[in-house]
């Protein structure tokens, strides 16, 4: 018998989910989720090349990403190198 019942433990995201159907705090939500993907991005950092291969992945690509401003989401960078890679995107014209 308990005399306390484990409340669930709510992610950051889910602390900012908008209520009553109103934005709270665009821009906030925005920076959090661009640090917790940044934070991915580290994580990724970390694996070995071969694991990086098998996503489609090179560690210039993780190198890249990571140093762009902070205000950029390096996910997306990974996402969009690892799919030019696959061929499913065309090559970036600058």
């Known amino acids: 018998m308990?005399?306390?019942t484990k409340t669930p433990r709510s992610s950051v995201m889910d602390m900012l989910a908008p209520t009553k159907?109103?934005?709270a705090f665009p821009a906030f939500r925005a920076i959090v989720r661009t640090l917790l993907n940044r934070r991915a991005a580290y994580r990724v950092s970390?694996?070995?090349d071969y694991l990086l291969k098998d996503?489609?992945?090179k560690r210039d690509d993780v190198h890249e990403a990571l140093h762009a401003d902070w205000r950029e989401d390096?996910?997306?960078k990974l996402a969009l190198a690892?799919?030019?890679r696959?061929?499913?995107v065309s090559p970036r014209r600058d």
């Open 86 to 88: 696959r061929g499913r």
């Open 55 to 57: 996503i489609g992945l």
């Open 46 to 48: 970390e694996l070995p």
């Open 21 to 23: 159907g109103a934005l």
């Open 74 to 76: 390096p996910t997306f």
């Open 82 to 84: 690892a799919a030019r």
């Open 2 to 4: 308990t005399l306390a």
